[in-house]
């Protein structure tokens, strides 16, 4: 069964660092989303991303936040100045077309920003 | 605004018992409602849809909309059930931005 794809598992990084979170979705996907996840907390929609642009964001997805699928099969997070409170669980999640009901997540990247 | 509500952040019970998780919602428009599950260490997966009507590992879940409610239900739980599990409503039309609850945790003990 296709999955999709995201790496690194686990990312440490310095506050103020840039991080990039990647992202491998279904290949004949077309609707590509970030979510997180604070530890104890309820999963949050960061993105949604179709047609090489975003169709909606959240609060939580401000001017440090970016989103790009750069060669067509990548979905990239950057994260440009990283702070303590982004530490959490990041999801990518894809679905095919518009009429379909549900997504495919990926298993997600653990950042911990110290 | 749009919210979920899961209230049992754990919800503990024997093999073969039955199992109700709950969950109530405040969406505007009339979403899609989901339930997703996440096992030990793994992804969260589509557990089932409300559109579809299935039956997913003997899971079912039934929308009131009166009471704007989407509760999940097993009448004999399993072992291998044991996870998290997510009610997720959903715009039916656009972008489907899906709002989780924060999860109920499932324990089934032998």
């Known amino acids: 069964e296709p999955e999709v794809t995201q790496t690194p598992s686990h990312q440490v990084t310095q506050m103020g660092q840039e991080v990039i979170l990647r992202c491998v979705p279904i290949?004949?996907?077309?609707?590509f989303y970030w979510y997180r996840q604070i530890l104890g907390q309820k999963v949050e929609f960061l993105v949604s991303f179709y047609n090489n642009e975003i169709s909606e964001k959240s609060e939580i997805f401000d001017d440090q936040f970016s989103v790009e699928r750069p060669d067509g099969s990548n979905f990239t997070l950057k994260i440009r100045s990283t702070k303590l409170e982004d530490s959490a669980m990041y999801f990518c999640a894809s679905r095919p077309t518009q009429q379909y009901y549900g997504y495919t997540f990926g298993s997600g990247t653990r950042l911990t920003v110290v | 605004a749009q919210r979920v509500t899961q209230p049992e952040k754990l919800l503990s019970v024997f093999k073969g018992a039955p199992v109700e998780l709950k969950c109530n919602y405040s969406y505007s428009g009339s979403p899609e409602l989901f339930w997703y599950v996440q096992y030990s260490r793994q992804r969260l997966q589509l557990l089932l849809r409300h559109i579809s009507r299935e039956s997913i590992k003997g899971f079912t879940a039934d929308l009131n909309k009166g009471e704007t409610s989407f509760h999940l239900k097993k009448p004999f739980a399993q072992e291998e059930d044991s996870a998290m599990y997510y009610c997720a409503p959903g715009r039916v039309t656009g972008f489907q931005k899906l709002v989780f609850g924060t999860g109920t945790r499932l324990l089934v003990s032998p």
């Open positions: 290949s004949n996907h077309l609707y």
